[in-house]
Nanobody
Framework: QVQLVESGGGLVQAGGSLRLSCATS????????MGWYRQAPGKHREVVAT???????NYADSVKGRFTISRDNAKNSLYLQMNSLKPEDTAVYFC?????????WGQGTQVAVSS
């Protein structure tokens, strides 16, 4: 059973920062493109940032320059540093691990940004 466990969400004022973490097993992590996605109330889930096993990174335009995705292969962990947070960043944030054959999701962690 593959498990992705997110942590680090919370309530923060606009302009503040949060760091999300996602832990998983080594067998899942090493070969997977890892990503952060988010879903706001009443909206579809959208990609925030992805990082390939080789370190190729992509960001959604809405978070470029404010968010930083990183992975620690030694700890089988994925991170999302979120700076200059805006109320429109409020959403449930999900960790994803995608291989050629399968895609796995965490349970999500709530991020709320007050104005």
């Amino acid at each position: 059973q593959v498990q992705l466990v997110e942590s680090g969400g919370g309530l923060v004022q606009a302009g503040g920062s949060l760091r999300l973490s996602c832990a998983t097993s080594q067998s899942t992590f090493r070969a997977a493109t890892m990503g952060w996605y988010r879903q706001a109330p009443g909206k579809h889930r959208e990609v925030v940032a992805t990082i390939s096993p080789g370190g190729l990174i992509n960001y959604a335009d809405s978070v470029k320059g404010r968010f930083t995705i990183s992975r620690d292969n030694a700890k089988n962990s994925l991170y999302l540093q979120m700076n200059s947070l805006k109320p429109e960043d409020t959403a449930v944030y999900f960790c994803n691990a995608a291989t050629v054959l399968q895609s796995y999701w965490g349970q999500g962690t709530q991020v709320a940004v007050s104005s």
